[in-house]
């Protein structure tokens, strides 16, 4: 096996466990009677980042995996080697990230805006580092999947579409948040940062 495809296989697993956590907690949530998959119920754009993000998946993928895609989309746009480690070790920052964030959430966590059963403000765990440390992990993750695809079509789609609508997603949230916490938000918010 050459090293470029160890490399993306290796970047493979991370995707995977990022998927098992990210559906468990959802089942765990639906268990105990709370609907956590809320998104696209107060805007039905929100419904465009799913696409992008499986297509952003699979342009990081289909060279690996040999699957069709134009070519000179798929071309490494330098040679895969040290950059490609370091995708990993995002990915792998990213994934620790989110458990640790999923950890910290709760039985508050949702996906999308729920305007009709929010939860109590988190403020603790990784929500003291970042008012959005699931998106700083997704970003971690994505970005290092496009360190070890290296092509330009992923680093376009992370760049052009992913991160923009992670943003957009981020001020939509924090809106409603102000909204419903108040002052509580607003304290929040001069302690911890959006990001990092």
């Known amino acids: 096996m050459k090293m470029a495809e160890l490399l993306n296989v290796l970047s493979i ?4 466990l990022f998927f098992v956590l990210f559906f468990t907690r959802i089942i ?21 980042l799913a ?11 289909a060279p690996s995996l040999r699957l069709p895609f ?20 995002l990915n792998l920052t990213g994934l620790a990230g989110f458990a640790l964030s999923l950890k910290a959430f709760g039985s ?32 971690f993750f994505f970005f290092g999947l496009a360190l070890v695809s290296m092509n330009i079509a992923s680093i376009v789609m992370l760049f052009c579409f ?21 002052e509580q938000y607003a304290t929040y918010c001069k302690k911890v940062r959006r990001y990092l």
Not at 13 to 16: I, K, S
Not at 70 to 88: F, R, S, T
């Open 28 to 48: 765990m949530l639906k268990r105990r009677g709370i609907k956590a998959f809320v998104f696209g119920r107060t805007h039905r754009s929100d419904f465009l």
């Open 13 to 16: 697993v991370p995707l995977c």
């Open 51 to 61: 696409p992008f993000m499986l297509l952003f998946v699979y342009v990081a993928f």
């Open 108 to 139: 508050s966590f949702r996906v999308g805006i729920d305007d009709e059963k929010p939860d109590k403000l988190v403020t603790n765990g990784m929500f003291s580092i970042s008012r959005n440390p699931i998106y700083v992990s997704f970003i």
């Open 70 to 89: 134009p070519e000179i989309l798929m071309k490494p746009l330098i040679e895969k080697g040290l950059l490609a480690w370091v995708g990993i070790l």
């Open 162 to 182: 992913f991160i923009p609508f992670i943003h957009r997603q981020v001020v939509r949230e924090e809106k409603f948040m102000r909204g419903h916490y108040g």
